[in-house]
């Protein structure tokens, strides 16, 4: 009886320390990227901030992002404008916001964009698009960390 008894507790254990080390097979990667850039009119920051995991086949993923334009000279200078446009696009999507009304500070921000998909790479380039009724701007982020 105690024979089989310590050989049901060495399965026990075997098969708890396979499985305990079967789970801890898992690759965490932590994001935590600000891509920036300029031109004349414009500047902007896109920060990405999160977490992927893989396990197997698994996947889990969450970040949180925040995008920010800037106009180097004076809102006032913008008064007249009667549509405005502006957007971001990367391998994993893209965003836009657009108005009927010249652009406030407040306007100009896309703030906490939570999600559980795709991210950019951290070493990918950030197209920003800035249209001011019939002109239309563009030009590049760069993860700043990466910067060529």
């Not at 200078?77 to 446009?85: G, N, P, R, S, W």
């Amino acid at each position: 009886m105690k024979n089989t008894y310590s050989k049901a507790l060495f399965v026990v254990l075997v098969s708890a320390f396979s499985f305990l080390t079967g789970c801890s097979d898992k690759e965490v990667y932590v994001h935590d990227y600000v891509y920036v850039g300029e031109n004349t009119n414009w500047s902007a920051k896109y920060e990405v901030n999160g977490t992927s995991e893989f396990s197997g086949k698994d996947y889990k993923g969450e970040h949180i992002s925040k995008f920010k334009l800037t106009y180097k000279g004076s809102l006032s200078d913008l008064a007249d404008v009667k549509h405005f446009e502006y957007g971001y696009e990367d391998s994993s999507g893209s965003r836009k916001r657009s108005m009927d009304q010249p652009p406030t500070i407040d306007d100009l921000v896309m703030a906490d964009q939570k999600g559980n998909g795709a991210i950019p790479a951290e070493d990918e380039s950030v197209k920003v698009t800035v249209k001011t009724d019939d002109k239309v701007e563009t030009f590049e982020l760069r993860n700043e960390n990466n910067k060529k």
